[in-house]
Nanobody, 126 residues
Framework: QVQLVESGGGLVQAGGSLKLSCAAS????????MAWFRQPAGKEREFVAA????????RYADPVKGRSTISRDNAENVLYLQMNSLKPEDTAVYYC???????????????????WGQGTQVTVSS
């Protein structure tokens, strides 16, 4: 099965930017739709952004819409999340996730995703 490893998290001041990466291995990257989710301390995991398997379609959660860009490089098997104008409420553990997309509908529901990375911590100070 596919293995996912996130990187790029860290401590940043409010208003700053980060670019998260998710490296995939062990599978054919282009058959998976991909997404980013985040889980603030003491809260439920929530959707951030998703991208279809060929990168044609993207979706964003309202809190990050206009500030974030999800992208993928299928030749390099990497998923990205560029985050700008960061706010303290963006503080969370960020996870990348993959879902086999052949004959399956595009979704933003965490329970529909099959493969998950270990997460990377993003902390935004005020």
């Amino acid at each position: 099965q596919v293995q996912l490893v996130e990187s790029g998290g860290g401590l940043v001041q409010a208003g700053g930017s980060l670019k998260l990466s998710c490296a995939a291995s062990g599978g054919t990257f282009s058959i998976y739709s991909m997404a980013w989710f985040r889980q603030p301390a003491g809260k439920e995991r929530e959707f951030v952004a998703a991208i279809s398997r060929l990168g044609v379609t993207t979706r964003y959660a309202d809190p990050v819409k206009g500030r974030s860009t999800i992208s993928r490089d299928n030749a390099e098997n990497v998923l990205y999340l560029q985050m700008n104008s960061l706010k303290p409420e963006d503080t969370a553990v960020y996870y990348c996730a993959g879902r086999r997309s052949i004959n399956r509908a595009f979704t933003v529901d965490a329970h529909e995703y099959d493969y998950w990375g270990q997460g990377t911590q993003v902390t935004v100070s005020s």
